[in-house]
């Protein structure tokens, strides 16, 4: 990959109604951040069911698959720095307007699916170490919260998020540090990181996890609808998206590996607390309510980027004329989408009602895999499209692996998980056709 040089941040990012508050800094933690968030707390017992102890190749292989997809993002965003991500890029790649509606649609569908999750996830078990209260009335309580926050405003949301960032952070460091210590003393079965289950491919099951573990790196694209609040994108985003996915894929690994060493897959796959156990295991002096309190910020933390997108997404959408109008409106003095974040928190609002936790998690792969196809597409399309601003450029054949690699997962997705993502996708559509026969013509320029 290769980038071209800084030019001024007006040529680069231009007007807009929102607040570039984004500072490289902050970018670089938004996205680690997000990506570093409830998946890795959660999943690692589900993977291990797939992998048995082998649980860093999966997180690896991820890793790999979303770069590729992540490459053609900074060229995207650095050509094209508005509110609305993917669906502002399938937009200008391709001339159907149903395509860039169904692709922001799929984005807005997977961030209120995963606020859902998350929120469902703030309301168990680790808070359930604190106090005892109705999961689902507490979610709903919990997301009302999330919206109070970023209402507030980007940088308010960024700056919470740096504070959670480091916490998150911390409860991974104690994960490999206790195990290390573990190892050090003669604990441990260092055998463990290299042995499958019985009776399964290694390669088959390696895939197989890849799909789960694919779940904890794709809070990147989410970065994408901040865009028009970023100081300088076209310098900015590439280093602190590059940076953070390969910060995440290293801390993965070696949780992955620690994980493995501290506990069989047995013991991790029937543990609905997994990284709680291997602490646990490892004898490290950490309070289980410490640990606790650590996922449960992770969580919430995930639950305000997702929310700040799925907000974005929407008012992007709204300005190009792909939503109603009223949804583009903004808080005159903090000038957030106000209208987008309490449409979005509702819808996420009532998703917690399924309660299905790995039904939700699922889906929300199923509809970036589409999303990131087309993003992946749309590179190669707007490539004879041509910008004043000097901006990054991906190599050629990255996102052609990029589809490739979306295609390859999605082969891979339960016949339920199909079932609950297209009706998602089919109620876009009557969306779309309810939108064309009441709103404002779509924008095409």
Partial sequence: MTAHSETATEAAGGETKLKRRITGPLLFLFILGDVLG?????????????????????LAVALVLALLTAGSYAELVTKYPKAGGAAIFAQRAFKPPIISFLVGFSMLSAGVISAAGLALAFAGEYLQTFINVPPIPTAMVFLVLVAALNARGISESLKSNVVMTVIEVSGLVIVVVAVAAMLGGGGGDLSRVTQFPEGTSPGLAILGGAIIAYYSFVGFETSANVAEEIRDPSRIYPRALIGALLTAGVVYVL????????????????????LLAVVGA?????????FSLIALVAVANGALLTMIMTSRVTFGMAEQGLLPAVLGRVLPNRRTPWVAIVAT??????LSLVGDLATLASAVVLLLLFVFISTNVAVLVLRKDRVEHKHFRVWTFVPVLGVLSCILLLTQQEPIVWLFGGGFVLLGVVLYFINRATARPIATD
């Fill in 38 to 58: 409830a998946g890795i707390y959660a999943l690692m017992g589900v993977l291990s069911g797939e992998v048995g102890g082998a649980l860093w190749a999966p």
């Fill in 255 to 274: 949780v992955g590996l620690a994980s493995a060493i501290a506990l069989p897959a047995d013991d991790l796959a029937d543990s609905s607390g997994p």
């Fill in 282 to 290: 490892t004898g490290f002096p950490v309070p289980d309510w410490l």
């Fill in 345 to 350: 928190t509702v819808i996420a609002m009532l």
